[in-house]
């Protein structure tokens, strides 16, 4: 197990940016979730960008939190229209792909970690599909 690091904040009102590596466990996954809560409290029809580096498989533990907490993340997720995953990870890429189309109104592109530019102009909508990894 990778120790797992996440970090959250604004870079405008409606957009949130993550960092995330390693491998969540029931512990990290409380804490990015308690992270997550008031910083996205105020976001409607945002967008997030999220760098994944690194990132293995969570634990049980972290998706049993995941569960039981399920609500607030439907209701964090509602805040958000679209999510720019910046990776080189297949698996990672096509997780993102699978939850797209699993969750109702949000859209999630992957996109090269060094495409940062073109995930941002995305998220902006100023780009149509530029810079997505199928």
Known sequence: MTQPTFTARLDAPNLLVMEITGQMDSVAMEIA???LVPVVKDMRH???LMHAKGVE?????AIGVELRHWAQLMA??????RIAVL???GWVQNLA???SLLVPNLEIRSFAPDAEAAARAWLSGSVPEAGVTP
């Open 33 to 35: 979730l308690n992270m």
């Open 46 to 48: 945002g967008g997030a």
């Open 57 to 61: 498989w969570p634990t049980l533990g």
């Open 76 to 81: 964090m997720i509602r805040k958000v229209d």
């Open 87 to 89: 990776t080189d990870q």
């Open 97 to 99: 792909a699978v939850e």
